[in-house]
T-cell receptor, first 111, second 112 residues
Framework: GIQVEQSPPDLILQEGANSTLRCNFSDSVNNLQWFHQNPWGQLINLFY???GTKQNGRLSATTVATERYSLLYISSSQTTDSGVYFC?????????????FGKGTSLLVTP | EAQVTQNPRYLITVTGKKLTVTCSQN?????MSWYRQDPGLGLRQIYYSMNVEVTDKGDVPEGYKVSRKEKRNFPLILESPSPNQTSLYFC???????????FGSGTQLSVL
């Protein structure tokens, strides 16, 4: 199946700092999604971004499908940004559809 | 409120005792799926359903069953749970397979 690699695996930031998370994937995909898993375990969909750039408040994402990567930007980080960030890419199976997740980037934002 | 609802939130059981984790969505989504999350292994797909009465295996289907008799419900069944099925389980849905995916709150299962 398609391989999804995220970097860095761990990241510690001081509140107010900016960061960039990267997601590389090994084959062509139809779309890519970014999720945030908060410390309570909930998975929240941040972006559905097969290509191009989207922004949502302090977060933005860019996917360059032709080069097989996506970036998630967090600006002016806050402690509530802590958690694990996952990217997931989809690929079509013979009879259906699958979503493959990367191993995630664990982010800790300190006061 | 549009949501994916899983129950129970926490479950402790013993080896071999059949259990069902329920999943329901109120968004009229066609596509539903189950994932398990384990430390170091990330999220892995167990089963998915493209539509009512259409289900298929994901990456780790062994030991699990699902059914999709109605569009809104997609229960996960463990006929004979074993300790290696101790995990955090998530149900998810999207309008169509290639659309934005929404997750339930998760079910933490411990099999003793």
């Amino acid at each position: 199946g398609i391989q999804v690699e995220q970097s860095p695996p761990d990241l510690i930031l001081q509140e107010g700092a900016n960061s960039t998370l990267r997601c590389n994937f090994s084959d062509s995909v139809n779309n890519l999604q970014w999720f945030h898993q908060n410390p309570w375990g909930q998975l929240i969909n941040l972006f559905y971004i097969p290509s191009g750039t989207k922004q949502n408040g302090r977060l933005s994402a860019t996917t360059v499908a032709t080069e097989r990567y996506s970036l998630l930007y967090i600006s002016s980080s806050q402690t509530t940004d802590s958690g694990v960030y996952f990217c997931a890419v989809d690929w079509v199976l013979n009879s259906g559809y699958a979503l493959n997740f990367g191993k995630g980037t664990s982010l800790l934002v300190t006061p | 409120e549009a949501q994916v609802t899983q129950n129970p939130r926490y479950l402790i059981t013993v080896t071999g005792k059949k259990l069902t984790v329920t999943c329901s969505q109120n968004m009229n989504h066609e596509y539903m799926s189950w994932y398990r999350q384990d430390p170091g292994l990330g999220l892995r797909q167990i089963y998915y359903s493209m539509n009512v009465e259409v289900t298929d295996k994901g990456d780790v289907p062994e030991g699990y069953k699902v059914s999709r008799k109605e569009k809104r419900n997609f229960p996960l069944i463990l006929e004979s749970p074993s300790p290696n099925q101790t995990s955090l389980y998530f149900c998810a849905s999207s309008l169509y397979p290639n659309e934005k995916l929404f997750f339930g709150s998760g079910t933490q299962l411990s099999v003793l």
